[in-house]
């Protein structure tokens, strides 16, 4: 079944704003708060950070297995980021949806486009930070990437901060427990729009 044939029952809802904005530490409090929401996980060139697993974080592929992923259609959406290919395996996000469970993806902007394209239902959330400087100071203090990766993300993260306006709602995120409760609150709202309970 392709994308384009599916009747979503469930919500798809697409969390996407600039690397450093927060969105797995926001994704990661509402998914404690309300387990019933399901979490797609992305496979990704890039390679393993200290702590992270293959298949819980992402699923680590090389270059070989990522053409494949997209010679066969896998991928519901796809996008190169600051050196690396990143994508959304799209069979187990269309069964959850079939069976009524809300699906989250995290995704960067340009995956997010090509979901509003694809899945036409989808409800896109852009994740916004209080100010480019406390921006830049999260992406620098975080200490998982080197000066140059870091450099990379700030660059892409100025042009993803002028998409906003084209997603379906901005949350800003100054706090991360209300942001998780505003993000669980649209969830649920597209949840009842879709008829869902
Ligand atoms: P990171 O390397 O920090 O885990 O992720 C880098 C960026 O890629 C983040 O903005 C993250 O949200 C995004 N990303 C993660 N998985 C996917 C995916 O499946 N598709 C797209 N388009 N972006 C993704």
Not at 124 to 149: M, Y
């Amino acid at each position: 079944m392709t994308p384009q044939q599916q009747s979503t029952q469930a919500p798809l809802v697409v969390v996407s704003g600039p690397s450093g904005v927060g969105k797995s530490t926001v994704v990661a409090r509402a998914l404690q708060r309300d387990p019933r929401v399901w979490l797609s996980v992305s496979a990704t060139t890039r390679a393993p950070r200290t702590g992270e697993q293959d298949g819980r974080e992402y699923f680590f592929v090389d270059d070989a297995a990522f053409d494949q992923l997209v010679a066969t259609d896998g991928l519901l959406e796809w996008a190169a980021f600051a050196g690396h290919r990143y994508g959304t395996p799209s069979a187990p996000v269309l069964e959850r949806l079939a069976h009524g469970t809300p699906v989250l993806l995290e995704i960067e902007v340009q995956g997010a486009r090509q979901v509003r394209e694809r899945v036409p239902g989808a409800l896109l959330v852009f994740l916004a930070p209080p100010s480019w400087d406390v921006l830049e100071a999260r992406l620098s203090g975080r200490g998982t990437e080197s000066p140059d990766a870091v450099a990379r993300r700030l660059v892409a993260a100025q042009e993803e901060l002028a998409a906003a306006s084209e997603f379906d709602r901005v949350l800003v995120n100054a706090d991360v427990e209300e942001c998780a409760q505003a993000l669980l609150d649209l969830v649920a709202a597209a949840f009842s729009s879709e008829g869902g309970t």
